[in-house]
């Protein structure tokens, strides 16, 4: 026989796959940082988490959960998380959401989360409207004229005493 066609000794060559093989990384050192009693899951895509609250001062303030529940939150259940660790309330009315500390773990679809929020601020917009016409019409004395109220504020650093 030819020694091309000789087999080779391949007893030494690794032939697991590649995909298998992990390197060890080299990772940071973890900074320790006290642990929030209010963590959560990630939300759903479309969606946004809040606590809201169940009780205060050990009253139940239904009245705020009712108001939340109408506004289109809905509460999150443990079972619906089963690979996140989270304090259940464990009876009562809300038995298997996650809660802790009086407070209510509940979703809200992103859409609501911003029509609510231009629906406050044209609120704000229209009080502050309401404020600077007030203080506006109560300037009815010449020597006291007070020009519409600017919004911004002005910081300035140093200047020289001459």
Same mark, same amino acid.
Request: without cysteine.
């Given at each position: 026989?030819?020694?091309?066609?000789?087999?080779?000794?391949?007893?030494?060559?690794?032939?697991t796959p590649?995909?298998?093989?992990?390197?060890e990384?080299q990772?940071?050192t973890?900074?320790?940082k006290?642990?929030?009693?209010?963590?959560a899951p990630?939300?759903?895509a479309g969606?946004?988490?809040?606590?809201?609250r169940e009780?205060?001062a050990?009253?139940?303030?239904?009245k705020?959960?009712?108001?939340r529940l109408?506004e289109?939150f809905?509460l999150?259940?443990?079972? /619906?998380?089963?690979?996140?660790?989270?304090?259940?309330?464990?009876?009562g =009315?809300?038995?298997? !959401?996650?809660?802790v *500390? #009086?407070?209510?773990?509940?979703?809200?679809?992103?859409?609501l989360?911003?029509?609510?929020?231009?629906y406050?601020?044209?609120r704000?917009?229209g009080?502050?409207e309401?404020?600077d016409?007030?203080?506006?019409? /109560?300037?009815?004395h010449?020597s006291?004229?007070i020009?519409k109220?600017? =919004?911004q504020?002005? !910081?300035?650093?140093? *200047? #020289?005493r001459?």
């Open positions: 026989m030819s020694d091309w066609l000789e087999e080779e000794d391949n007893s030494a060559i690794d032939r590649r995909a298998t093989q992990t390197r990384k990772s940071r973890l900074e320790w006290p642990p929030s009693s209010l963590d990630e939300a759903p969606f946004k988490h809040r606590w809201i009780e205060i050990g009253q139940m303030d239904a705020n959960i009712a108001a109408r289109g809905e999150v259940r443990a079972d /619906e998380y089963p690979d996140f660790q989270a304090p259940v309330v464990e009876s =009315r809300y038995e298997g !959401v996650i809660g *500390g #009086g407070l209510l773990l509940a979703r809200i679809p992103e859409e989360v911003t029509q609510r929020q231009a406050y601020k044209s704000v917009e009080q502050m309401a404020v016409n007030d203080m506006l019409r /109560e300037n009815q010449s006291m004229r020009s109220p600017e =919004r504020s002005r !910081v300035s650093f140093g *200047g #020289g001459g």
